[in-house]
Antibody
Framework: EVQLVESGGGLVQPGGSLRLSCATS????????MTWVRQAPGKGLEWVAN????????YYVDSVKGRFTISRDNAKNSFFLQMTSLRAEDTAVYYC????????????WGQGTLVTVSS | DIQMTQSPSSLSASVGDRVTITCRAS??????LNWYQQKPGKAPKLLIY???ALESGVPSRFSGSGSGTDFTLTISSLQPEDFATYYC?????????FGGGTKVEIK
């Protein structure tokens, strides 16, 4: 059974940092693109970043470029989102997901972890 | 960036109704369009990819069509478990933009 489990969310002050983790199981992790998608409270979905199988390609939405970094550890079947210079508008539930068809179709999702940026 | 616009933003329907949701891209995206269903407090679920391919395990009452800039998601006979919010998503190039969502509510 494919499983993705996020961790690392919480309350952080504006300007602070947080690292999200996504632990995966039930599939051959090294053969898949992986992605992060977020959803602000009461709002729609926003793609944040994705990473190729070997980590050689990474893409970000403009609003997080230079502040967020996606990475992966294929030995541990996990990937991460390092978030710095956090802003109130980064407050959201962050979902990790497996991506197929060149990293652009999200077929399995985690349950989400809430990040709240507030003083 | 390519913008994805869904309509309507919400609709009310009854069990058994045929429901159609529209997604329009600001420029052609060929058939690179996916549809997801999200229920309150839950993660999204993939329904349709490349405009019309049904994801494994998704009921056949869901169907997708379209290419270029105009796409539709159709539920042929709405069931109680289908009341949810539906999102389209562009799936070629970045950013991998989602539409604003369509909330399907019980009439």
């Amino acid at each position: 059974e494919v499983q993705l489990v996020e961790s690392g969310g919480g309350l952080v002050q504006p300007g602070g940092s947080l690292r999200l983790s996504c632990a995966t199981s039930g599939f051959t992790f090294i053969t898949y693109w992986m992605t992060w998608v977020r959803q602000a409270p009461g709002k729609g979905l926003e793609w944040v970043a994705n990473i190729k199988q070997d980590g050689s390609e990474k893409y970000y939405v403009d609003s997080v470029k230079g502040r967020f970094t996606i990475s992966r550890d294929n030995a541990k079947n996990s990937f991460f989102l390092q978030m710095t210079s956090l802003r109130a508008e980064d407050t959201a539930v962050y979902y990790c997901a497996r991506a197929v068809r060149g990293g652009s179709v999200f077929d399995y999702w985690g349950q989400g972890t809430l990040v709240t940026v507030s003083s | 960036d390519i913008q994805m616009t869904q309509s309507p933003s919400s609709l009310s329907a009854s069990v058994g109704d045929r429901v159609t949701i529209t997604c329009r891209a600001s420029q052609s995206i060929s058939n690179y369009l996916n549809w997801y269903q999200q229920k309150p407090g839950k993660a999204p679920k993939l329904l349709i990819y490349v405009a019309s391919a049904l994801e494994s395990g998704v009921p056949s009452r869901f169907s997708g069509s379209g290419s270029g800039t105009d796409f539709t998601l159709t539920i042929s006979s709405l069931q109680p478990e289908d009341f949810a919010t539906y999102y389209c998503q562009r799936s070629y190039g970045t950013p991998l933009t989602f539409g604003g969502g369509t909330k399907v509510e019980i009439k």
